[in-house]
């Protein structure tokens, strides 16, 4: 007869790795913390790590961040055209006609190089003597300062 229903050792039950002859009763399942039982301890903490060096200055408030004084300064060059100006110079703040100073450009050389290879390759120099085909610099006949560039 089974005067115990509950299984002692019941086949379902995990039970902790020590004997099961240990318990004081068959059937009643040991409580976790028991002796003997390995659990695992907490790492002893035997020396705190001592606090940064900074944080005794944390009192110290930071200098305020100086705007950075970046004097950014925008010259804005005066629309010129391809021929003499009559404007002010920015230099010499005078009222002048602007000296033309022509140079050869990147366009120069493309119409060059297209007269070469689709018109006719002798005339390939003719962009060069045309004033239209180049950028003309605009300097002030007063005090030689350049003032600006009209892209031909
Ligand atoms: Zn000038």
Request: hydrophobic share 30%; aromatic share 10%; proline share 19%.
């Amino acid at each position: 007869m089974n005067s115990g229903g509950k299984g002692a050792e019941a086949e379902g039950l995990t039970q902790p790795p020590y004997p099961p002859q240990s318990a004081p009763y068959p059937g009643q399942v040991p409580p976790p913390m028991a002796s003997g039982y390995p659990h695992p301890q907490p790492p002893n903490y035997a020396h705190p790590a001592p606090p940064p060096p900074y944080d005794a200055n944390s009192n110290v408030i930071p200098p305020p961040q100086a705007a950075p004084t970046t004097y950014v300064q925008v010259v804005t060059r005066p629309q010129v055209g391809p021929d003499p100006a009559s404007m002010v110079c920015p230099s010499c703040t005078k009222h002048v006609v602007t000296r033309l100073d022509y140079e050869t450009s990147t366009k120069t050389h493309i119409a060059a190089g297209l007269l070469c290879l689709f018109i006719c390759w002798p005339c390939f120099w003719i962009p060069y003597v045309i004033d239209s085909c180049k950028n003309a610099n605009h300097y002030c006949p007063n005090c030689g300062a350049y003032i600006g560039t009209y892209r031909g």
